[in-house]
């Protein structure tokens, strides 16, 4: 399987008997964010890929960014194989993607092209997104979401599921 592919791609072929590491080995990165993209576009999100800014004479980008009222998922996503230290790993990203985060949330006033301008609460929750099963789990304040758990993420994310956990960057009042 090479190209861009679905998520309902991708679960087809597994249903069907394919193993995962099979599925996914032509997948490249470039893929992985515009999968990661379009799930939450196919959700009714207004997404960003590719997102690029500065801030404190620092330049940053920011893989996926996603908006649906009140809140912007800010994504980074690791297109990582199975590999040894990969916990450790995480945990370096999840720290990166957070301070990441932070300086998105201190320059969104600037960012009149995503159209937030009139919303009178925002609530920043930055993920990393992974490639590989894994659980949903918290990491330095950054969840960690498995890409087949992207779609229940969303859902869970509408519910206001999240709002309650203390992951989320910070919220902005009104402008």
Not at 35 to 51: A, H, I, K, M, Q
Not at 137 to 144: A, I, P, R, T
């Amino acid at each position: 399987m090479t190209g861009k592919i679905s998520l309902a791609e991708l679960e087809e072929s597994i249903k069907s008997g394919v193993a995962f590491e099979d599925v996914t080995k032509d997948l490249e990165w470039r893929d992985f964010e515009g999968l990661v993209s379009d799930v939450f576009s196919e959700n009714g999100f207004r997404t960003f890929r590719n997102f690029r800014f500065s801030s404190k004479k620092r330049r940053y980008e920011v893989d996926v960014v996603a908006l649906e009222r009140p809140r912007i998922v800010v994504a980074d996503c690791k297109h990582w194989r199975i590999r040894l230290g990969k916990a450790s790993a995480l945990k370096v990203a999840a720290s990166s993607h957070l301070a990441r985060a932070v300086e998105f949330g201190n320059k969104l006033q600037e960012f009149a092209e995503m159209g937030v301008g009139g919303w009178h609460r925002i609530t920043i929750i930055p993920i990393l997104v992974t490639l590989y099963q894994e659980r949903i789990m918290e990491n330095d304040g950054v969840l960690v979401v498995p890409i087949f758990k992207l779609n229940s993420f969303v859902e869970e994310l509408r519910s206001g599921f999240f709002d309650s956990i203390k992951v989320k960057v910070f919220t902005i009042g009104s402008w």
